[in-house]
């Protein structure tokens, strides 16, 4: 029987949400749309997971990497296939070239058939790339004719810039690395990696840092229309419904404006998942189909988003009197008191403690200990801001006629200040805190790659048989280049090594000026030989710096499969100092200069280039990439960088970024919603104090610190809260606590500017209701 009084109270407050004419239906509107962008991004989080697993499982079907040092025999089932990645304009290019050796070859997912040389088929985001100005020189790099698009199966995402062309003769670099035979794409064995507790940890503290604010936010949505709820409770109440009666029908009214919310959010939702493909943040697309949420998440969204907004009005409505002639709201508050808001943080302090100083080696981290820990820090920001929020509008002094507005409404409404704060609030403690954690853990993740990047910043392969003397002129006169230093390279050893030498010792080639980068030399002509000394783990070089001595190089693959080249050491051999070269490490071996080398010893050896790069050319590195593809298609000039980052770490950091993005730009819609609404609701007062006089700007100052005192102190304890989260968290991974300052003015910037774009988008519609209109009623 009490279910069925339940169903009934709440079926008609559901009513009354729709039945009260325009006021009712805009009333209702608004908390729909409130509740659905929280619930767009719920359905969004529950996609993610499917999303990454979709693009993971997407990028391993169409693996060509072979795990095995040995070579495939050609067959009718095999495909030569070569890497050519590229990058262009900070973009990532992926690119294949295609020699199938039989009818049987497998083709790549997304192709209907393999492109003849000199054909591409690209996909859908390179093509528009280079059918636009801004991708000429990239353009200049491919000049294959497009004969077809590639399928959404053979692509990881929307945005993603990728490539097959026709190959000719790739059987003779087969190396199974850049260049492999096939039988079939994808991985053999499925990968697997070794857990990592500081990442699972980081993934956790990720999710829910992003879910958190979107809860708070539906919370507050639904509690919309306050005021003109109360005088319509009080109606009810003269009319003869009970207390309990009457809070059932103003929950009811709640949950009308959720489920509403729920067909809102399904159809942002919708729209948001094709729009969504149009878009690459943080160089991650999607396609509208990795959208697809997991069908007991998203019941669980459509379950707890109505509930939550039936529980959430009867816990409002608990110590609020309602009376046939009003609702006892209006008379002094009684003061909120502080003792048991301060018990949520410091049971989620309580529950993360314990694993102080586990790090790694303490294995897993208890996963319900740290979600539950990092939510009851984050809810107790929710707990504790109306408290402050209170206490201290409660002592702000007289000041300016908008200061006092502004004031005064923040003695009357606090609470609602504070709702509409907590969920910046909250967003910027848990943002404050994942930063402090990444930086503290970056540089377990982060490691030098030793390039001295003040002499070269790029470097490129000169494969063998190609000249490096023109091969460098044509790159001194590349646009963007400052200098080239030109080495070739190879290896000898006191035996041919097809039967394997006992011991080899490296060869460098270059000029007197190059030779220098490499080694201390005590005088160099063209023609000279150096033995080098200190060269690391170079053991050999003195005991085969004997002049006369034949030393034999070492030909492709080490199998004597090529011709054997003798090199017989002069009679002079001069002797030189290691020094570090632009890779970062000494060399060894010996050091020739380009008049002391045999005729036919070219063919034996490959070359390098170092590139000192002008970066002050407009797109110098595409520059050189051109010139690169012009000498060998299937060169790529290497970046260097002084640092590299693992990629599971940096994937995750993505990630963050990523979902905060949405995050914030879902809690301004919602707050600009929730704006809009308290001014509604006050459209009559700006009205009559318009008529009375007050100017426009005295109006609009009040509104603007009516926001800013809320935001302030929410700031404020966000980052007290955020800033003691990311300490708890950086000594659970054994990190020592180092306060990111920056990262906590990112933040709180970040948050500031949320609501003060927020604040400006909501003058227009203020400036509308200070009308003398508004003050007509029927």
């Known amino acids: 029987m009490r279910a069925v ?6 079926a008609m407050g559901a009513r009354f949400a729709f039945a009260g004419g325009r006021e009712g239906w805009v009333r209702a509107l608004l908390t729909a749309v409130g509740v659905g962008l929280g619930v767009a991004l719920l359905l969004l989080t529950t996609a993610l997971p499917g999303a990454l697993a979709e693009r993971s499982r997407r990028e391993e079907a169409r ?6 040092q040995e070579v495939k025999p050609k067959a009718d089932d095999t495909l030569v296939v070569a890497d050519v990645d590229t990058e262009y304009d900070n973009q990532d290019v992926r690119g294949r070239f295609l020699e199938p050796e039989g009818d049987a070859a497998p083709l790549p997912p997304g192709l209907r058939e393999f492109p003849a040389p000199g054909d591409m088929v690209v996909s859908p985001a390179l093509r528009e790339l280079l059918d636009s100005d801004g991708g000429s020189l990239l353009r200049e790099r491919l000049p294959y004719d497009i004969v077809g698009t590639i399928g959404e199966q053979g692509l990881i995402g929307s945005r993603e810039l990728a490539y097959y062309t026709g190959g000719k ?30 990442l699972v940890l980081l993934v956790l503290v990720v999710f829910v840092v992003l879910l ?30 009970d207390g309990g009666m009457t809070r059932r029908i103003a929950a009811g009214e709640a949950l009308a404006g959720a489920l509403l919310g729920l067909v809102f959010g399904t159809g942002f939702f919708l729209a948001g998942r094709e729009v969504v493909a149009s878009f690459e943040v943080f160089e991650v697309s999607v396609f509208p189909s990795y959208l697809n949420p997991s069908p007991l998440l998203a019941l669980l969204v459509a379950v707890a988003v109505p509930a939550a ?5 009867l816990f ?6 309602i009376e046939p002639l009003g609702v006892v709201r209006t008379a002094r508050p009684s003061r909120r008191r502080l003792w048991w808001r301060l018990l949520l943080p410091l049971a989620g302090v309580g529950m993360l403690v314990p694993m102080i100083g586990q790090g790694r080696d303490g294995g897993d981290f208890n996963q319900y200990l740290v979600v539950g820990g990092v939510m009851c820090l984050l809810v107790g920001i929710t707990a504790l801001l109306p408290w402050i929020v209170e206490t201290v509008v409660a002592r702000l002094g007289s000041g300016s006629v908008s200061w006092q507005l502004a004031v005064r409404r923040l003695q009357l409404s606090s609470g609602a200040a504070a709702r509409m704060v907590n969920g910046i609030a909250v967003a910027v403690a848990g943002a ?7 930086a503290g853990v970056e540089s377990t993740y982060t490691q030098s790659t030793d390039y001295d990047v003040s002499r070269a910043q790029m470097q490129v392969e000169v494969p063998k048989g190609t000249e490096l003397a023109p091969t460098a002129a044509q790159f001194e006169k590349t646009k963007g280049v400052r200098t080239v230093y030109a080495l070739s390279e190879g290896y000898v050893g006191d035996r041919p090594w097809r039967q394997e030498p006992e011991r080899a010792a490296q060869l460098t080639i270059g000029d007197c000026a190059t030779l220098r980068e490499v080694a201390k030399l005590p005088s160099c002509e063209d023609g000279d030989v150096f033995s080098v000394r200190g060269g690391a783990y170079d053991t ?7 002049p006369g001595r034949k030393l034999y190089l070492e030909t492709t693959g080490g199998d004597g499969s090529d011709e054997e080249v003798v090199w017989t050491l002069p009679e002079e051999l001069k002797r030189a100092d290691s020094v570090e070269d632009p890779t970062g490490t000494k060399r060894g071996g010996f050091l020739m200069t380009s008049g002391a080398v045999p005729a036919d010893m070219g063919k034996a050896i490959s070359g390098e280039l170092y590139l000192a790069v002008d970066d002050s050319v407009p797109y110098a590195r595409e520059h050189i990439r051109n010139a690169a593809a012009a000498i060998d298609p299937m060169s790529e000039p290497m970046v260097w960088y002084a640092t590299e980052r693992s990629e599971r770490y940096d994937s995750i950091r993505t990630g963050l970024f990523v979902g905060a993005t949405a995050v914030l730009a879902l809690i301004g819609a919602s707050l600009l919603v929730s704006q809009l609404e308290q001014l509604r609701e006050r459209r009559k007062l700006l009205s009559a104090l318009v008529a009375f006089g007050t100017r426009r700007r005295t109006l609009s100052l009040s509104v603007l610190w009516q926001t800013a005192i809320p935001i302030g102190l929410g700031l404020l304890l966000a980052s007290v809260v955020g800033m003691t989260l990311g300490a708890v968290l950086l000594r659970m991974t054994s990190t020592s606590v180092d306060v990111h300052w920056t990262s906590v003015f990112q933040m709180t910037g970040a948050g500031a500017a949320v609501v003060l774009l927020v604040t400006l988008l909501s003058l227009p519609p203020l400036l509308r209701m200070m009308r003398p209109d508004g003050l007509r009623t029927e």
Not at 179 to 196: C, K, L, N
Not at 219 to 225: E, I, K, L, N
Not at 309 to 313: I, M, P, S
Not at 316 to 321: D, E, I, K, N, S
Request: glycine share 6%.
């Open 5 to 10: 009084q339940w169903a009934r109270d709440l």
């Open 63 to 68: 693996l060509d990497y072979t795990y095995s």
């Open 169 to 198: 003769g790739l059987a003779e670099r087969i190396n199974n690395s850049t260049v492999a035979r096939i039988d079939a794409f994808g991985s053999p064995v499925p990968s697997e990696q070794e857990t990592d507790p500081v």
């Open 212 to 241: 958190m604010p979107v809860a708070v936010f539906i919370a507050a949505a639904v509690r919309f229309g306050g005021e003109r709820r109360d005088r319509r409770l009080a109606a009810l109440r003269l009319v003869g419904s």
């Open 309 to 313: 907004a039936v529980l959430v009005t």
């Open 316 to 321: 409002a409505l608990r110590g609020v009197v």
């Open 432 to 438: 404050i805190a994942l930063q402090m954690l990444f």
């Open 540 to 546: 050999d070089t003195p005991s085969l710096s004997e």
